[in-house]
């Protein structure tokens, strides 16, 4: 166990894990660089140690070490306890949530690795909001979707935005980066999964009528939101389903359409 350390230096070097978290640009270079990722909450800070992540550090105001005891009980890794004002001066954010981790990254598994034992796969393309990543992760571990497949330009699941809003699904479900877009697609392919395209467009077959829950193995691809997936990856799948829409409604927000879609693919419902 390690023993919690009053810090009341906002530049204090061991603090650095947990600066100017707001900056997208420079944690999105730098937490992949350093091997590292930010757990926000309790909750959350939990499933990261019950996913096997290791600690490297915990930033916390005074009234959650006792609510996160048995978790310092358990690490060896640094606990640093600062004032509200100071946690906010260092991540530049106000830490509602009052607690925060700093974890170690793995090494992502390749794509057949995840595709092995999958039967049902949710496959990303150019989703590079943190948001709806964290979204779709946590619809996909709800609503049994078995691995996640992103490509190149998807936006980092394990980013402090996407892990908070995923509620640490992204810990539970197994996910890959191919190497290749939309060439990538061909291992899948290769692998028994039938691809099919998530599109809004009409002459598109609903997924009622594809029946995608009676495959053997399907691949749903989604793309960004607004733009969806591009000509290229729509060529490459077998079918392109829609989800009907009523009331002039074109189109959902990619998160509630992926939810919409993996029940569907889970239950034909």
Same mark, same amino acid.
């Given at each position: ?19 100017? $978290?707001?900056?997208? %640009?420079? =944690?999105?270079?730098?937490? *992949? !660089?350093?091997? /590292?990722?930010? +757990?926000?909450?309790?909750? &959350? ?54 607690? $925060?981790?700093?974890? %170690?990254? =793995?090494?992502?598994?390749? *794509? !057949?690795?995840? /595709?092995?034992? +999958?039967?049902?796969?949710? &496959?990303?393309?150019?989703?590079n909001d943190h948001t709806n990543i964290g979204a779709i992760f946590r619809s996909a571990a709800a609503l049994g979707m078995d691995a996640v ?41 290769? !692998?028994?999964?039938?691809?099919? +395209? ?8 609903t997924l009622a009528e594809t029946a995608p829950q009676h495959m053997e193995r ?52």
């Amino acid at each position: 166990m390690a023993e919690p350390i009053t810090v009341d230096d906002p530049d204090d070097p061991r603090l650095r894990d947990y600066t100017d $978290l707001t900056d997208v %640009e420079l =944690r999105r270079r730098r937490e *992949p !660089a350093e091997g /590292l990722f930010i +757990a926000e909450g309790e909750k &959350v800070i939990r499933r990261a140690g019950d996913a096997g992540f290791a600690m490297r550090s915990m930033l916390l105001s005074a009234k959650w070490v006792d609510a996160l005891s048995d978790v310092i009980d358990r690490s060896t890794a640094p606990v640093y306890v600062v004032e509200p004002a100071l946690a906010e001066r260092v991540t530049g954010y106000h830490v509602h949530r009052g607690a $925060l981790a700093s974890m %170690e990254r =793995r090494p992502l598994p390749a *794509p !057949a690795d995840v /595709l092995g034992a +999958a039967r049902r796969v949710v &496959v990303m393309e150019s989703v590079n909001d943190h948001t709806n990543i964290g979204a779709i992760f946590r619809s996909a571990a709800a609503l049994g979707m078995d691995a996640v497949l992103l490509s190149p330009d998807c936006a980092d699941p394990l980013y402090r935005r996407s892990v908070k809003v995923s509620m640490g699904a992204v810990f539970s479900v197994p996910y890959a980066r191919l190497d290749r877009w939309p060439g990538g697609l061909d291992e899948v392919r290769g !692998a028994g999964f039938t691809l099919l +395209a998530l599109t809004p467009d009409p002459e598109a077959r609903t997924l009622a009528e594809t029946a995608p829950q009676h495959m053997e193995r399907v691949a749903l691809m989604l793309g960004a939101e607004g733009s969806g997936l591009s000509r290229r990856a729509l060529a490459t799948a077998d079918s392109r389903v829609r989800i009907p829409m009523s009331h002039g409604v074109d189109s959902l927000n990619v998160g509630a359409a992926a939810a919409v879609a993996f029940y569907a693919v889970a239950t034909g419902g």
